[in-house]
DNA sequence: GCGCAAACGCAACCTTGTTGCATTTAAATG
DNA sequence: CATTTAAATGCAACAAGGTTGCGTTTGCGC
């Protein structure tokens, strides 16, 4: 029953909402579900793309993007930009799983691979630096795109 | 003097231009010139702006997206998005000074900082992946804006 | 149920970036 | 040097992504 499971992430996106000290309306818990269903950080038009269901009609355009700036802004999700310069959005807590690990870039197909090896010990930094987050990112060709490249 | 200094500058775009194999125009050599000449990335609207000298005009805006879009095709250029989704352009070659060390991303201000550690060696990767580059980017707040947020 | 701040929907607007087309120009050729 | 041609430019219009202002609705504390 689908219904019942929709049912079910619904109350648990409520429940982070009312945590987080914000509102609960229809509008962030379908959106934070849809970020949480998701296995890939989503733009505002994909975001849009899966809320705009038969049964009820998609939220208003710019709600939309003030949905999302209110779940960044509460820490439900995280707010990047992709390649082409568009603002993708994650629920948090989704990215803590590529946070301690490697990532290779292939620069010819764009697509991200997660490396086993852990990302090695950050240097020292100066005098009143904060340290969050750590980004061991390689760049390269992969090996589909380098084969492919070969023939 | 400084047009002579300007004239050495635009000779030099001038011959790295012909030796690209594109047509050197004006515009080209201008906007490699003023590439060359900045420290950081430059947007669209920071190229248009420092073009719009007093004695001769700027280039068209569609121009220069084209202008710049042809100098990153004949690897002049390159071209990487911002945080805020603004795409900016820098000279060939400049960031060759950059891929040697390790870079300290402020989440607050969006300052970069480079840091002198170098980075460390990368990781055994998959079979037939090519390596062109590491980053080694921390994230966190720098020391302005720590300082900033305790009072 | 009542009241109020927060959230929403709508319209309009801004910035960034792209496309089509007529005109100009770099530079290769004779 | 004149001719020629493909590339580059300028202009207008457009498209996508994102923001602002404002009146209306709604979550939720009382």
Same mark, same amino acid.
């Given at each position: ?7 079910? =992430?619904?109350? +648990?996106?409520? /429940? ?14 379908? @959106? !934070?579900? *849809?970020? %949480? *269903?998701?296995? #890939?950080?989503?733009? %505002?038009? =994909?975001? =849009? ?22 779940? @960044?802004?509460? $820490?439900?999700?995280?707010? *990047?930009?992709?390649?082409?310069? @568009?603002?993708? &959005?994650?629920?948090? $807590?989704? #990215?803590? #799983? %590529?946070?301690? %690990? ?5 620069? /010819? ?5 997660? !490396?086993? +090896? =852990? ?8 005098? $009143? ?6 980004? &061991? ?5 992969? *090996? ?6 070969? @023939?």
């Amino acid at each position: 029953m689908a219904p019942a499971l929709a049912s079910v =992430e619904a109350e +648990a996106s409520a /429940d982070l909402i009312r945590a987080a000290g914000v509102k609960v309306t229809r509008g962030r818990v379908r @959106v !934070l579900d *849809a970020l %949480h *269903a998701a296995r #890939q950080p989503l733009s %505002h038009a =994909e975001v =849009e793309a899966r809320l705009g269901d038969a049964s009820d009609p998609a939220v208003d355009r710019v709600t939309l993007y003030r949905i999302l700036d209110s779940l @960044v802004a509460c $820490g439900l999700a995280l707010k *990047a930009v992709d390649t082409r310069g @568009v603002f993708r &959005f994650s629920a948090a $807590g989704a #990215q803590r #799983q %590529h946070a301690n %690990h490697v990532h290779f870039r292939c620069t /010819d197909c764009g697509g991200v691979f997660c !490396l086993k +090896a =852990e990302p090695p010990p950050p240097p020292r930094l100066p005098r $009143g630096f904060r340290l969050n987050e750590v980004a &061991f990112d390689l760049r390269g060709t992969c *090996a589909g795109c380098s084969s492919r490249v070969g @023939v």
